[in-house]
């Protein structure tokens, strides 16, 4: 079945024009209600009801978003979801899972060779499945906006090669053309990371905000310690995306509302090479991966997941971490409440030379960098003697 509905947007109508959506559930009532809310944001939708005629539709029309409901025995969503990669390698993915216990046995599921989002939702939930596509359908707009500014980009460039008896100013005329367009390239750029760290707090909600505060410390710290002015924007990027690796966290460990045991801080731990993976495979995150990978690193050799020491560690990673820490202590998360400002700075002294480079904490606390965002902060009166994290240590 395919579903079509006049879009009332331009951004609606553009999204018709270019984007396909391809629901697949065995629910045939839950069939229709998805199709509907998806073809409200101007998408062309078709639906099957069983994998074989899913993986045929695919293979005839292909697929920008696939959407599968999880109901086993009837439907494995995650099993097609795998298998769809070959006829549609770079579709937005997503599991419709109703039920939270199945969320977590896909967890344990052998690794994937794409990217599956999961959306945890009863029936009456469905409707956040509309906010999750629509930000999806953001990003591949600005992928294929920067591919048509590529294409762009090559054409001009090769026209006026060929055309070397051209007039100065007809030159001048297109290289502005092309500035303009490298301009708008960069902030789509700057615009589809940006989205990659709204990603990453929407999957923790007690986050909130957190990514932005880290890069708005990580700058002034990094500014007011001589930090090179022409790697500002990258480490601005790299503290923006410290966290991306927490998206192959498990939300049974990301969103445990009270201490981790050993097991799952194994787990946790792993979101730093996590990051790596992800940023190594997008060319335009791999000025960051320093900060990325190594922002859980401790002066005193001790960290994860290299277990660099001193010098050892990229600076960019040393002020990341910094800036992660105070924020992690200055704020309240689901096992803690906020620290104090001045405990916080406390904390950071304590840990100078141990965890932080002992010149940047001093640098942090002379220039009041704390302050930044202080406004936003609820402190308590917490035990004198704590880890950055908030917990009492002997």
């Known amino acids: 079945m395919v579903v079509r509905q006049r879009a009332t947007t331009g951004y609606s109508r553009s999204v018709s024009r270019r984007f396909r959506a391809?629901?697949?559930?065995?629910?045939?009532?839950?069939?229709?209600?998805l199709a509907g809310m998806l073809s409200g944001l101007g998408l062309t939708v078709e639906t099957a009801t069983t994998e074989a005629q899913a993986m045929q539709l695919l293979r005839s029309h292909g697929a920008n978003v696939v959407v599968a409901g999880h109901a086993l025995p009837l439907f494995d969503a995650v099993r097609f979801l795998e298998a769809s990669i070959a006829s549609a390698p770079e579709a937005l993915r997503i599991a419709l899972?109703?039920?939270?216990?199945?969320?977590?046995?896909?967890?344990?599921?052998?690794?994937?060779?794409?990217?599956?989002?999961?959306?945890?939702?009863?029936?009456?939930?469905?409707?956040?499945?509309l906010a999750l596509v629509g930000e999806g359908l953001k990003l591949l707009a600005?992928?294929?906006?920067?591919?048509?500014?590529?294409?762009k980009i090559t054409a001009e460039h090769q026209k006026l090669q060929?055309?070397?008896?051209?007039?100065?100013v007809v030159v001048r005329e297109r290289t502005k053309e092309l500035e303009e367009s490298y301009l708008q390239l960069k902030a789509a750029n700057r615009q589809a990371l940006f989205g990659l760290a709204e990603?990453?707090?929407?999957?923790d909600p007690y986050t909130k905000g957190h990514c932005g505060r880290v890069a708005g410390y990580s700058l002034v710290l990094a500014q007011a310690a001589g930090y090179p002015e022409a790697g500002l924007e990258a480490l601005e990027f790299g503290a923006f995306l410290h966290d991306i690796g927490k998206i192959g966290i498990r939300d049974a460990v990301l969103l445990k509302p009270a201490a981790l045991d050993d097991t799952e801080w194994s787990h946790m731990r792993e979101h730093p090479v996590k990051g790596y993976e992800i940023a190594s495979k997008i060319e335009m995150l791999r000025p960051i991966i320093s900060a990325v990978r190594n922002h859980h690193e401790r002066w005193d050799g001790g960290g994860y997941p290299d277990r660099l020491a001193g010098t050892q560690?990229?600076?960019?990673?040393?002020?990341?971490?910094?800036?992660?820490?105070?924020d992690a202590m200055a704020t309240d998360r689901p096992y803690k409440a906020a620290l104090p400002a001045d405990e916080c700075e406390a904390v950071l002294r304590r840990q100078a030379g141990k965890m932080f480079d002992p010149d940047l904490v001093e640098v942090f606390i002379t220039h009041d960098i704390g302050s930044l965002y202080r406004d936003e902060y609820d402190g308590y009166d917490a035990p004198e003697d704590t880890d950055v994290n908030g917990k009492p240590v002997d």
């Open 22 to 33: 391809l629901i697949a559930h065995p629910d045939s009532d839950a069939l229709g209600e």
């Open 142 to 151: 600005l992928v294929e906006q920067q591919r048509d500014l590529v294409r």
């Open 199 to 203: 990603a990453i707090e929407a999957k």
């Open 162 to 168: 060929r055309r070397e008896t051209l007039l100065d």
């Open 97 to 129: 899972v109703s039920d939270p216990a199945d969320a977590v046995e896909l967890d344990y599921r052998p690794v994937q060779a794409g990217t599956i989002m999961r959306l945890v939702a009863q029936a009456s939930e469905r409707s956040r499945l």
């Open 313 to 326: 560690i990229p600076v960019a990673a040393r002020i990341v971490a910094i800036a992660d820490a105070y």
